[in-house]
């Protein structure tokens, strides 16, 4: 399968190793050839393309821009554009084009696919703004590139107080913007979804630079706007393809932040501001280690007296207490009582126990109930089963006898069952076997009747091999000789005698007679005097068989190689030949010629309208002549 390849619209990092990547997958995996196309569109509409082999992508992933060229060119919008690309496609016979680009370039092929050509599409922006796509050719290295500029201007930022905006790339979207803004630590980033206030910008920056910093980063990708209804009033300029004109916004924002927020001009202003708030955050700190400690002694405060209230209640019942007791307190009798009461506490434990067990009682007897009634049923199925077996006679031995009776027929059915599997399985083999033999026994067949047929053909092209032989043969016997004494005859005419005899060999060359020797043609006026003299010959002899007149054309080429004394009498042999043929044509560019001629007729050719045409002979032109004998 040929496949094309084309690269269209800006370049960025990584299109050298997507086309690498295609040509190494396309060839190694799939075997198919892949064909690009020099510069985008362009060379898709002209024709211009590069057959792409391993060699071509080996060493090409750190080169920049792209191997294949591109172009801002778009077939579509170019009158006959997808016509030409149709017709480009089916003199290569590509099958499927893949088309590395952007917006532009991937809609150019959506509308070259709605022609019935297939097509891969492999997005490639910097911007990252392709419908459907997560991450296209160029986003990282765009990020890296504008996160390592952020970084650097930090410090000359920091040094300088000043409020630093960096433009990025990003017309219709901002991910240029947001991941580097981010990885760059900007404070502020501007998108094109995202419309700002300029107002709240300078009301943030102005907050920040006063509280905490004396420095900020804006990051603006080259699409954003401003809100509509806000103090901002801008217009993206345009440039000839289409795209925003690079620094406009970036440079309109700065404008603005600096006038409205005059950070950059109030250096030492800021200088002191920043001092004092060091040496009021100082004191801040300090304000606040004591309100700590104050804080602590107020909650330690706090704890002491609700300490001292808890035991004053306490105090309080304990006297409600001691005054509910009677009068006359024994301590003696009330330590033989609680002595009593700790002796009777294990009967109190057993007591509680032996409740625990009466309540319990209903639930055991009535498990107990059930219990029972199971086990004498189990007792008669037992009695039952005694009964039976008895009475059938069937003793244990008999039942040790049977199982290994069963355990014997078992292992002899998995022994038979093995053996049948394994037959089957020869089976199967013998009957693939056989299977196979038949096949090979047809094709066997196959190539002896076509043995056959190509044997009885052999046969047949030796037979009419032979017949040609003979009758060419006999041809040779009967025609050579006449038309050897024929072109003989017109060549001493055409040579002055010095060539009288012209002969034809068994290859069928022509030598002629010089002195005495025959020798063959070597030179090319020879060659082409002798050409002509059996050419006249043959045409003679066409004539003579025919029992009709017939015309003689002779074209340009017959005099090209002859000198002036060879052309002259070549022209004389033609006047000789008039009475042979009922006119003889002669088309030539040399002049000399039209005077030896009856009758002349001039043409001309008219580059505009591209057509020949009859002139008058008194017309000085560069006339192409024609000779013409009645």
């Known amino acids: 399968m040929r496949v094309g390849l084309l690269t269209g619209g800006g370049d960025c990092p990584g299109l050298n190793a997507a086309i690498r990547a295609v040509v190494k997958h396309g060839i190694g995996k799939y075997g198919h050839s892949i064909i690009g196309f020099r510069n985008g569109w362009r060379g898709v509409v002209d024709g211009y393309v590069q057959p792409l082999t391993r060699a071509d992508v080996r060493n090409v992933l750190p080169v ?3 191997l294949l060229g591109t172009a801002r060119f778009h077939p579509h919008e170019d009158d006959g554009g997808l016509e030409a690309v149709r017709a480009t496609l089916g003199a290569e016979r590509i099958e499927a084009l893949i088309c590395i680009g952007g917006d532009g370039t991937l809609h150019a092929a959506s509308k070259v696919a709605e022609t019935g050509i297939k097509i891969v599409g492999i997005p490639k922006t910097i911007d990252n703004d392709v419908a459907g796509t997560d991450l296209s050719i160029g986003f990282h290295t765009a990020v890296n590139i504008a996160t390592e500029a952020i970084d650097r201007v930090h410090t000359t930022a920091e040094s300088h107080n000043r409020v630093m905006v960096v433009e990025v790339m990003g017309r219709h979207a901002g991910w240029i913007a947001l991941n580097a ?49 806000t103090s901002m009033s801008y217009e993206a300029p345009v440039g000839p393809f289409g795209a925003i004109v690079a620094g406009a916004i ?61 035991k004053s209640a306490q105090v309080v019942e304990l006297q409600a207490e001691l005054g509910k007791l009677p009068a006359g307190f024994d301590e003696k009798r009330f330590r033989e009582l609680q002595q009593l009461r700790e002796s009777l506490q294990p009967v109190r434990e057993r007591a509680a126990a032996l409740n625990g067990e009466l309540e319990r009682l209903p639930k055991v007897e009535s498990e107990f109930t059930e219990l029972s009634a199971r086990f004498e049923s189990k007792n008669r199925e037992i009695a039952q089963s005694e009964k039976t077996l008895s009475e059938i006679g069937f003793s244990e031995s008999d039942h040790e006898r049977l199982t290994l009776d069963y355990e014997a027929a078992s292992a002899q059915l998995n022994a038979a069952l093995v053996t049948v599997e394994k037959q089957r399985g020869e089976v199967n083999t013998a009957t693939a076997i056989l299977a196979n033999n038949e096949r090979e026994e047809t094709a066997y067949k196959a190539r ?42 017109l060549l001493s005419e055409m040579t002055d005698g010095r060539y009288n005899t012209l002969e034809i060999n068994d290859s069928y060359s ?12 070597i030179s090319g006026g020879e060659d082409d005097i002798v050409n002509l003299a059996l050419r006249l010959a043959v045409s003679q002899m066409i004539a003579d068989r025919a029992g009709q ?17 060879r052309r002259d ?46 002139i008058d002979r008194s017309i000085e032109i560069e006339p192409t002549p024609a000779g013409v004998f009645p």
């Open 250 to 310: 970036g440079e309109r924002v700065a404008a603005l932040t600096a006038e409205k927020t005059k950070l950059e001009r109030d250096d030492g202003e800021l200088a002191g501001l920043v001092k004092s708030r060091e040496s009021v955050a100082g004191q801040i700190d300090a304000l606040r280690k004591e309100k700590s400690a104050a804080d602590a002694s107020v909650a330690e405060s706090e704890t002491v007296h609700r300490d001292l209230d808890a």
């Open 549 to 565: 007149s017939f015309s003689l054309l002779v074209l340009d080429e017959v005099f090209g190689s002859l000198d002036d004394v």
């Open 64 to 66: 920049g821009g792209t």
């Open 448 to 489: 002896v009747e076509g043995l056959s047929v190509k044997r009885s053909e052999r046969l047949h092209l030796e037979v009419l091999a032979q017949a040609f032989d003979k009758l060419r043969a006999e041809l040779n016997d009967r025609i050579r000789p006449e038309l050897e004494s024929i072109a003989s005859e």
């Open 569 to 614: 009498n070549v022209v004389a042999l033609l006047q000789n030949l008039k009475n042979r043929f009922e006119q003889i044509i002669v088309i030539t560019n040399v002049e000399s010629i039209n005077d030896a001629v009856d009758n002349c007729l001039w043409v001309a050719f008219d580059e505009k309208t591209k057509t020949s045409r009859l």
């Open 181 to 229: 803004g981010i990885a760059g630590g900007a404070e502020l980033v501007l998108a094109p979804e995202e419309p700002f206030d300029i107002d709240k910008i300078v009301k943030f920056l102005k907050h920040r630079h006063r509280v905490h910093a004396n420095f900020s980063i804006i990051v603006v990708a080259e699409g954003a706007l401003p809100a509509e209804g």
């Open 510 to 521: 022509a030598v002629i007679r010089d002195d005495g020797e025959l020798k063959p043609v």
